[in-house]
């Protein structure tokens, strides 16, 4: 007899003597309770020969009394029936949980290939990151976690931080999750300067009041989406005196219209941001403002008025340069001021032209918002009608470069209060040029940038493919949540977290008897369709040279704090629905 069939027989033999001594015990109950006191065969059949074959033999009652066979066969019918409906039923539920999300991170969290509770406690613990406080955060006598790090989730019951060294690529597809269960965390415990972008408000609402409690917030929002009035206005021209600050700023604002990204339009940006930069220069040295800025570039024949006032007040050269683009008879004219006039176009709306125009003299200042744990929330977006986002862009480069400069002017060539960037949406509101070169070395001089993808070929189209690698590759801390489907990025993402041994038993019948083989094999610590699979509640960290992290993310709804964060965001909510009333009324009188 082979192996299954003495599996089968076992199991067979196991069932019929629980079933012999289940009617047994049924046979005792019922007859005790019709004839009082009794006894009954000790064997397991002796309930089998009552119930099937109506032997009372087997059972001694006293005088008078005989054994209740029909009641007995009602019962065992009776309990048969329950047996088998709770056996159907734990058969079905069983099976459903088999299916369920919950046994498919029950499954995951207990194989091997991920990191265990000692590695994450030596490398991405609370007590790892305040091992390194005093290096970090040397303006701080009294260190807490937060001052140093990100907090990502727990794993293994065990919180999990990163550096504020790190820097972050958080990747999850719309709707799974990112601003509740990462990002409006973030926000709030972020205890430096902080700049954070978004196309919409969410984050915002939830994290507004918070903020406020820490230091000034300040809100840019030209297209007023976020129906937060704050008053902060920032003009492009201010600074722009230095022809090293024009060009770098219309460098930023060319490519934060998107002109730029293709290969086959890298020229035309180059050529528009060097006149947009002259335009810039032009209106700075004379005291223009953005109308003219706008007027100028809007029309080459307009922008003659620039060339007077570079010949007579700007940098040398430069005004005889911008004069022999305007003179240019061929298309190459048309083809530059292709991007100069998108540049500006924004500026002829009002809303936008005066939000950028400001008043009593009062110009936002990178300095003083660094040296405090300031934020400053960028909100707009970099298509459609009145897009802003390569203005955004440049006030984002104007803010990282202070902080360049300012960490190199700092002992250790480091920020004492850390910028922190979470970048939310930011490749829907302007292709930032300088994002490459902060993710690989914004975390050395205190510069801590988050930048959250819906997709890394997101980051493919708003950069180059090269740029875009640089961004993923840099990060030395790469967050991934469920739901994504480019096959080729998963595949990626399988091959990053490396592979496991998993052994695999085969038998093999012959007529001399049967062999079991053990084989051991390499297979990915999660396959491409797990990796897509994840719910919401979980998330992978892939944190610089370690193992695999899984993550268990809790929404902001958990926080200790969660009461004092629904109160201002509700409070916040109130005024946004009261502005952006008034703005709707105003429109349809």
Known sequence: MNSVSQKILLTVLGIAVAAGLLLATLTRVVTTWTCGSVTVGGDFITGLRVVVFGDTSVVTVPDGCTVPVPGIRVAAGVLVLLLTVAAGWGLALWWRWRQSDAYFVHEIKNRSGFAKRHEILKHASARAMLARARTLRPDLSHHTVTDVAWPLGKSLRQDVYVSVEDSIVLEGPPRSGKGYRLLIGAIIDWSGPLITTSTRSDNLTATLTARRARGQVAVFDPQHLAG?????????????????????????????????????????????????????????????????????????????????????????????????????????????????????????????????????????????????????????????????????????????????????????????????????????????????????????????????????????????????????????????LGGASDVTHLRDLEALLGTRTVRRSSTTYTDNGDSVGVQKERVPVMTLDELRRMPQELGLLAYKNRRGILLDLAGWTERADASDIRAGRAHTEATQLATFRSQYESKTR
């Open 228 to 480: 937060i009035d704050t008053s902060l206005s920032v003009s492009p021209i201010v600074g722009c005196e230095d022809p090293l600050t024009a060009d770098q700023r219309a460098q930023a604002i060319v490519k934060g219209t998107g002109l730029g990204t293709s290969s086959t339009n890298q020229e035309w940006a180059e050529a528009a941001s060097g006149v947009l930069a002259k335009l810039l220069h032009a209106c700075a040295v004379s005291g223009g403002d953005v109308a003219t800025l706008h007027r100028w570039g809007s029309n080459p024949v307009m922008a003659h008025g620039a060339v007077d006032v570079l010949r007579s007040d700007g940098t040398p050269g430069w005004g005889d340069e911008l004069a022999s683009i305007l003179d240019d008879t061929s298309n190459l004219l048309s083809s530059t001021w292709f991007g100069v006039k998108g540049a500006v176009r924004p500026l002829g709306i009002p809303s936008i032209r005066e939000a950028m125009t400001p008043t009593g003299g009062h110009q936002f200042d990178p300095d003083e918002f660094l040296a405090s744990q300031n934020t400053l929330y960028l909100i707009g977006t970099g298509s459609g009608a009145g897009s802003v986002g390569g203005y955004l862009g440049a006030l984002l480069d104007d803010i990282v470069e202070t902080a360049r400069r300012k960490a190199l002017a700092s002992p250790g060539s480091r920020l004492a209060n850390p910028l922190g960037l979470v970048l939310d949406e930011i490749a829907n509101m302007f292709t930032w040029p300088a994002l490459p070169r902060i993710m690989a070395d914004g975390g050395g001089i205190g510069i801590s940038p988050l930048v959250v993808l819906q997709a890394l070929s997101q980051a493919e189209t708003a950069w180059s493919k090269a740029e875009a690698d640089t961004i993923w590759s840099a990060a030395t801390a790469k967050v991934v």
